[in-house]
């Protein structure tokens, strides 16, 4: 068993990555800015919780060093760009590389962390290449993008430099209980409202009801990240996703209507950026078979899930 250090280790991906390791019997310090305990249910009392910022190096290198730390998730940083670029290259690039820098220093021996699907360009760049593999070029178009195309690169760097083993995943569209409001936790707030009988619209993000997604559970990119930190180390530094089901933003109005008939639920009101969007959809086969992940979840089951645990909480509250 190892000594494994989550970073954001409370937040969306971070609560069942720690979950699901603490399952398997790893020892972990669960390390997050903004520390949200009652994210971990049980676990919360298994793991040693730590408040930590992942841009002070002197202090990841102490929490490393008193930890005896073997391994790291690092899932912590800006998560969308904010109105304030550098605080988002504050936490992805300078936090990112003093992970890889102190697991160096350290001789950690492997670094997962979290990229994005977001490095991509806009689907009409790729023309008619079908799913994108992870040789396909990269074509960042916001600051928050480009930060994980910057840390991709020094991840690769790290790599040749100095051998550090690491294994970065691009997650897509990740949805689960947690974050409600902002990008993924839309996907949540629309979830929770349906669950609860009010009226709910389908975020207008993922374009109109022809465009197509690619679902992802939160439990089950966790146990990609729990693969990726554990497995013998792959042939490969960067994954994909390791996305199979495909949805159109119209199956997905049906398949809430399947599980929920009575839903309030139409698509959100679109603005020409929305009416227009395209979001590549990438091939998630390396990761399949490099770390062994294939999701457990479809879109309809993960929503019958958080459906829910939705009213229970409902119930326990009244
Ligand atoms: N959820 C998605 O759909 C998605 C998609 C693509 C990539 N990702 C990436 O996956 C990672 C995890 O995302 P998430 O959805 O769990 O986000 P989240 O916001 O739910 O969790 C991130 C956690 O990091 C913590 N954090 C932020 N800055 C920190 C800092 N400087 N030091 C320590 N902790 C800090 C936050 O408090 C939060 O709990 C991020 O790197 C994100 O960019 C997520």
Same mark, same amino acid.
């Given at each position: ?67 005896k ?15 304030? /670029?550098?605080? @988002?290259?504050? &936490?992805?690039? *300078?936090?990112?590389?003093? +992970?890889?820098? $102190?697991? =160096? ?34 074509? /960042?178009?916001? @600051?928050?993008? &480009?930060?994980? *195309?910057?840390?991709?690169? +020094?991840?690769? $760097?790290? =790599? ?25 936790g ?11 009988g ?13 465009a ?22 792959p ?25 929920v ?58």
């Open positions: 068993m190892a000594r494994i250090l989550v970073t954001g280790a409370t937040g969306l991906i971070g609560a069942p990555v720690t979950r699901q390791l603490v399952e398997l019997g790893h020892s972990i310090i669960a390390q997050d800015l903004f520390l949200n305990p009652g994210r971990l249910g049980a676990a919360a009392d298994e793991v040693e919780l730590v408040r930590g910022d992942v841009t002070d190096l002197v202090g990841l290198l102490s929490t490393l060093k008193r930890g730390v073997e391994r790291i998730v690092h899932l912590a940083g800006a998560v969308a760009d904010t109105i304030v /670029p550098m605080q @988002v290259v504050m &936490a992805n690039c *300078v936090g990112t590389t003093n +992970v890889f820098e $102190a697991a =160096r220093i350290l001789d950690v021996e492997r670094v997962c962390w979290a990229s994005s699907s977001g490095v991509y360009g806009r689907s009409q760049e790729y023309g008619a290449t079908g799913l994108l593999d992870e040789d396909q070029l990269v074509g /960042p178009f916001t @600051v928050y993008r &480009a930060s994980k *195309v910057t840390c991709e690169q +020094v991840s690769l $760097a790290y =790599r040749d430099q100095y051998d550090l083993d690491v294994v970065g995943i691009r997650p897509v569209t990740s949805y689960g209980v947690g974050r409600l409001g902002s990008g993924s839309l996907i949540a707030d629309t979830v929770r409202r349906v669950a609860l009010e009226p709910a619209v389908f975020p207008a993000m993922f374009g109109p009801r022809e197509k997604w690619q679902p992802m559970y939160a439990a089950d990119i966790a146990r990609t990240f729990v693969a990726g930190v554990l497995v013998p180390r042939e490969h530094v960067i994954f994909n996703a390791p996305v199979s089901e495909i949805l159109t933003v119209g199956e997905t109005l049906e398949t809430f209507r399947q599980v008939p009575d839903a309030h639920l139409d698509l959100a009101t679109m603005g020409a950026a929305e009416s227009s969007a395209d979001i590549p959809l990438l091939d998630g086969s390396r990761a399949q078979r490099e770390l062994g992940v294939v999701p457990e979840y479809t879109f309809r089951t993960a929503i019958e899930e958080m459906i829910s645990i939705y009213r229970q909480e409902q119930a326990a509250t009244v």
